[in-house]
């Protein structure tokens, strides 16, 4: 069991994936890491002054706890998937994917390492919205 400060590992750098390093760094007990593709967004990602990685196979060596899935949503799942393998509880950017395609699989694995999951939804707890599944 980890007794050190929780690891977190955002992946992807743009602007929602910035907007929650700014968050976990706020929040002093979480350590913070980056994995990114794109070269320009690794450069502008160095303002946090934690480690950015290019490749996942390189970030999944710090042994994450928490990934923050925050790529492009057709690499959600296979990415979301790829994390919960590795063991991480995975936070994942609405929406889930752009396709049923390995929903039940994630699904299936989350459940089986006993992870936590959520898929981020800034409206989910809206007054109005929640008035609205009521009256559904």
């Known amino acids: 069991m980890n007794m050190g ?6 992946i992807g750098c ?33 303002e946090f002054h934690i480690p950015v990685f290019e490749k996942l196979d ?15 949503t057709s690499l959600h799942i296979p990415i979301a998937q790829e994390a919960a393998e590795q063991g991480c509880h995975v936070f ?6 752009d396709r049923w395609d390995g929903v039940e699989k994630l699904i299936e694995t989350i459940r089986e ?3 936590v999951s959520l898929v981020g939804c800034n409206l989910r707890f809206h ?8 009256l559904l």
């Open 58 to 72: 390189q970030a999944w060596g710090t042994a994450p706890d928490m990934a923050l899935i925050t790529v492009p």
């Open 14 to 46: 743009g602007s929602i994936g910035k907007r929650h390093i700014r968050n976990l760094l706020a929040l002093k007990e979480v350590s913070v890491t980056i994995c990114d593709t794109s070269p320009s967004r690794r450069r502008e990602a160095e």
């Open 113 to 115: 390492r006993r992870l």
């Open 127 to 134: 007054p109005g919205l929640r008035n609205i599944k009521m």
């Open 5 to 10: 400060p929780l690891k977190a590992l955002v």
């Open 92 to 97: 994942i950017e609405k929406p889930l994917g």
